[in-house]
Structure formats: structure tokens, C-alpha cells
């Protein structure tokens, strides 16, 4: 069975099989391939099986489809071995799992006496002196700084390890114009390494020939002395005799630098040129070894920044567990206190008792009711279910929802909605909790026997968008209180509150590509606006736009 594999990416390691007959859909819909990378659009791209053959065709995506580094903007067949990239998602079309896990390295590790190599020179990153030796020594200082530049910019955009690496490489191919090239992560070349960016000139045709033969021991002088090795290959091994083969395996001049930062290494960068009348330079030897190290600089400083971010995810844990508790140990002791009221009265046969305690105990149940949908609208990815939607039904829903505990609060609740708004793709579930989130939130506010909550829907053509508002003539909020409303588990309501509510429905409707805003004077009440987009073209296409990539010479992805 054929699978997508993914190799970049948010979802990176996830393997998707492909059913023999039936079309797939890769995007973040409900009913795609289920990618969580923003880049990728709702509706991205689809695969369709033909007569034991596969098609891609991009479905107007906003960042574009690409197979093997080319855009597609047809129906292109595929072929085991494909690169499929959808946004920052690379996905490789090929074999089953089974058989996948028995795929061969791209990386071919080769002791002395097999590969016959000739150490030219080597070079240690850590010198004082880095300056180019070059007929003009002016400009290859020039040129030396601007690559150094290039790179500083690049490693300093990133917090992903493939992209940092994957731009690496880029820039190596750029500079160096090698014809092979490989990251290997690890710091032990007796132990399994990582190859975790391979890079080829020209695709190559089958998996063997994409293999890459390098010197055992120049990844271990590489890894240990922690220097840069320049070397060429003589290509004495009978072996190559056949012709295509010295073409195919032999490697005429190749560089092998260490990626390093103060005492730490991470792995080698090495390139490779198969051309008889080239070979690589020692100031090449020199730039290349700068190269590991700002990689290796780089690599450190994104260890530094998920080791603070694993601690800030404890330290929120750790918060949200605690009011969590807190909230939910009120709400208990409510529903311990009607449930205790409703055994007595069971007790005595007194129905008119037991009355007077069902409604602590109703009322306890709708606020854990509504903190375990918050918790788990707040917890969750993004993921929407999109359907046109009766904004002035949903509107009649939630009053029906919230009336009873209007009535015994003696609150009004008046509707004003507008007869020309047309039903919006919305999704209807997610939009009911935030609208209640934010009525709720108003009934808490405004006082008995007294209070008034006005709803009203507006609908705006020109600006492709509806708006559903809830005022209040409540106490209002404190204007430097405006924001603090909307972060989590910040509540004003004492026991009563969980501080979910609000930050729940801006999620919501940020989801949707709508916006929340909050308008209020103390004394005077409060007016929270829903704006919600008619349009969601724009939107579907994908929560992040990319750069469209120049045209290439040469494949950019990962072969495998």
C-alpha cells in the first residue's frame, strides 16, 4: 500500500496510508489528511487514484503545491519517491511501512580501503584568523562577509531545527554550488547518525544512486579533532571501471566541516563535486567551517529557547491546574449544597423543600457544564466545521438557553435583529458557546430586578462581514481592565467565575478570521461586538501566507 510519509513539518514522522480507490484530500479540513501546519489551506490539494496510478492537483491554495521543488498548476502524476510540499509540509509519496522502514540510508559511510581518499588540508573553526586567500583579497573579505551576513540573518528567523538547517544548506548550495550535500546530527560516528538534510544538484534516478559514499574516518576527524577537512577521491577502486559508475559513486573533491558552538558539536556539513576539473578550495575549506559554526551557534540557541519555553509550559500548567482546581471545587461545594437540600426534603416527603434545592443544584450543573466546554474549546487546535449558519436563529437558540435563569433573575432580554442578514459559513456549535460565553457573562453583570441584556445582529455587505453585539447596562469595566478580561483565568466574578469565557470566544472567532471587541464606561454598561467575515475565501486558503519561491535549477528538498 502506498502512504504519504511526512518528513517537515508540524506533523513531521505522521504516516497517512492511501486507500487503492479513493480520492484523499490534504488540508486542514475535517475531512482532509489531518495536517495541523497553518500554512497548509483547509482545502490544499487533492490526490486521486487512476487506474493504479496517482494524481496531485492544487485546489487554488494559497501558498501553491509543489512536486519535487517544481509548482504544479495541472494534474501531475506521481511516482514512488515523489516530494510532495504544501505550505511548510513536506510529505514523500512512496512505499507502504513496511517496506518503508526498510529503505536504505541516503548516507553510505565507507572505511579507507573501500573509498580510496586523499586528505588535502584541514582547517580548525575555532582560528583567530578567517580571512580568504584569493587573488583579490579585498573582495573575497567582501564576499566572505556577506555570506557570514546572509547567514547570521537566516539563523537568527528561525526557531525549527529542519527549516534552520534546510536554509543552511540552501545558502551552501548557493555559495559553494557543490553537487551533492548532507547534514549529519550526532557527536558519536560509532553511534547511528541523523541525516537530517540531503541535498542533490540533480534528482537523482533510483535510491541507490541517490546514495551518497563518504569517508568514515573524515566524519570521525571531523566529529573528534573538531576541524574541517578538505579532501579528493582518486577513484582507484576497480569498481569504477564501468564508465557511468566513476560518474555515478566517484566523488572528485568534497569538504567536511563540524557543526560546533563553544564545547558542544552537533554533527558535520558535508559537500561534494563529482566534476573532473573542479575541486574545492582551502579558503571554501575556511568559509565552510564558519558556516558549521554559526549553524552550530544557532542549533545552541534553539536548545536554549525550548528548554525556556518547556519551563514556561510547566509554569502554565502548573496555573491552569490551580485555578482550574479552585473553580471547580466552588461549583462542587454548589452542587453538594442543592444535592444535600434535595436528600433532606426526599426525606421528609417534602416536595416544596426539595424545590427550593433543585435549582442550586440545576444552576451548578450548567457552570460545570460550561467550564468543561471552555477548558475544551480553549485546549484544542483550531479545527472548524464550516456551514451556513442562521446568525438570527442562533441568536433565538441562546435566548431560549439563558431565559430561565433571566427569569429568576429578573433580568429583561431583548433581541434586536436586523431582517437582511443571509446565512454566513459559520461554525454553529463554536459560535453558540461564544455567544453564550458572552451573554452569561453580561447576566453575571447587571443587577436584579433591574438589569436589561440587548442581543442584535447587523449585517454590512460592503465590508463582507456580520456583527452580533450584547449590551448591558451593568457596572461596566475599568478601561485598564479592557484586556485583562480577555486573558485566561482572569476573572473579576470571585468564586462565580472562571476567567475562560471570554478568552474562549476570542479564540472562537479569531478561528474564523473575526475579531472581539469589548466597549465599556463604568456606570454605563458594557457592549461586546462580534465581528464575523461573510467572505471566507481569503480565509479558507490558509491562516498564513508564504513568499512565493523563485524558480530553481535544482531539487531543494529533502531526497528522503
Known amino acids: 500500500m502506498l502512504v504519504l510519509h511526512v518528513l517537515q513539518g508540524p506533523d513531521r514522522g505522521k504516516k497517512f496510508r492511501l486507500p487503492e480507490h479513493e480520492p484523499q484530500l490534504i488540508g486542514r479540513s475535517s475531512e482532509a489528511l489531518p495536517i495541523t501546519d497553518s500554512t497548509v489551506s483547509r482545502r490544499h490539494a487533492e490526490l486521486t487514484p487512476d487506474n493504479g496510478t496517482w494524481h496531485l492537483r492544487d485546489l487554488d491554495s494559497a501558498n501553491g503545491t509543489f512536486v519535487n521543488g517544481h509548482a504544479i498548476t495541472g494534474r501531475e502524476q506521481l511516482s514512488p519517491g515523489d516530494q510532495i510540499k504544501c505550505g511548510n509540509t513536506l510529505l514523500i509519496f512512496g512505499m507502504g511501512p513496511d517496506e518503508d522502514d526498510r529503505r536504505p540510508s541516503p548516507i553510505r559511510l ?181 558556516i558549521g559554526q554559526h549553524a552550530g551557534l544557532a542549533l545552541l540557541s534553539l536548545e536554549v529557547v525550548e528548554s525556556r519555553m518547556q519551563t514556561e509550559r510547566l509554569a502554565a500548567m502548573g496555573q491552569t491546574v490551580a485555578s482550574l482546581s479552585h473553580s471547580i471545587k466552588n461549583i462542587l461545594q454548589g452542587l453538594r449544597g442543592g444535592a444535600d437540600a434535595v436528600e433532606l426534603a426526599l426525606n421528609k416527603g417534602d416536595l416544596d423543600l426539595a424545590k427550593e434545592g433543585w435549582p442550586i443544584l440545576a444552576r451548578n450543573l450548567d457552570r460545570i457544564l460550561n467550564l468543561t466546554l471552555n477548558m475544551l474549546v480553549y485546549s484544542r487546535p483550531g479545527t472548524l466545521d464550516i456551514e451556513l449558519g442562521d446568525l438570527n436563529a442562533l441568536v433565538g437558540e441562546v435566548r431560549d438557553l439563558v431565559m430561565p435563569q433571566c427569569d429568576r433573575k429578573r433580568v429583561g432580554l431583548l433581541l434586536d435583529l436586523a431582517d437582511d442578514v443571509p446565512p454566513i459559513p459559520i461554525d454553529v456549535n463554536g459560535m453558540h458557546q461564544a455567544l453564550v460565553n458572552v451573554v452569561m457573562n453580561a447576566l453575571e453583570a447587571v443587577a436584579s430586578r433591574g438589569g436589561v441584556i440587548t442581543i442584535a445582529t447587523r449585517y454590512e455587505p460592503a465590508e463582507h462581514r456580520a456583527r452580533i453585539s450584547v449590551s448591558d447596562n451593568g457596572p461596566g469595566i475599568e478601561p485598564a481592565r479592557h484586556e485583562l478580561v480577555f486573558e485566561a483565568f482572569n476573572s473579576s466574578k470571585g468564586q462565580r467565575g472562571t476567567g475562560l469565557g471570554l478568552p474562549v470566544t476570542r479564540k472562537i472567532l479569531a478561528e474564523h478570521g473575526g475579531t472581539v471587541d469589548l466597549e465599556s464606561v463604568p456606570g454605563r454598561g458594557t457592549t461586546v461586538t462580534m465581528t464575523i467575515p461573510t467572505d471566507r475565501r481569503a480565509i479558507d486558503a490558509g491562516e498564513t501566507q508564504l513568499p512565493r519561491p523563485r524558480p530553481v535549477d535544482r531539487i531543494d528538498e529533502d531526497d528522503f
Open 110 to 290: 565507507m572505511d579507507e580501503e573501500t573509498l580510496d581518499v586523499t586528505v588535502h588540508s584541514t582547517s580548525d573553526p575555532n582560528a583567530e584568523s578567517m580571512v580568504l586567500a584569493s587573488p583579490d583579497p579585498l573582495r573575497g573579505a567582501r564576499d566572505h562577509l556577506r555570506v557570514i551576513y546572509e547567514l547570521t540573518a537566516l539563523t537568527a528567523s528561525t526557531f525549527n531545527r529542519d527549516e534552520l538547517l534546510g536554509a543552511v544548506m540552501d545558502l551552501v548550495f548557493t555559495e559553494f554550488r557543490p553537487d551533492r550535500g548532507f547534514v549529519l546530527l550526532g557527536d558519536d560516528p560509532a553511534a547511528p547518525l541523523d541525516a537530517a538534510v540531503v541535498r542533490y544538484r540533480e534528482r537523482p534516478k533510483t535510491v541507490d544512486e541517490g546514495r551518497i559514499p563518504v569517508s568514515r574516518t573524515i566524519i570521525q576527524h571531523a566529529l573528534q579533532q573538531r576541524t574541517g577537512v578538505l579532501s579528493t577521491n582518486a577513484m582507484n577502486d576497480t569498481r569504477f571501471e564501468a564508465g557511468d559508475s566513476v560518474r555515478d559513486y566517484g566523488i572528485r573533491s568534497a569538504i567536511c566541516v563540524p557543526i560546533v558552538a563553544g564545547q558542544r558539536i552537533f554533527g558535520v556539513i558535508n559537500i561534494d563535486s563529482q566534476m573532473a576539473d573542479f575541486t574545492f578550495s582551502e579558503p571554501q575549506l575556511q568559509l565552510l567551517g564558519a
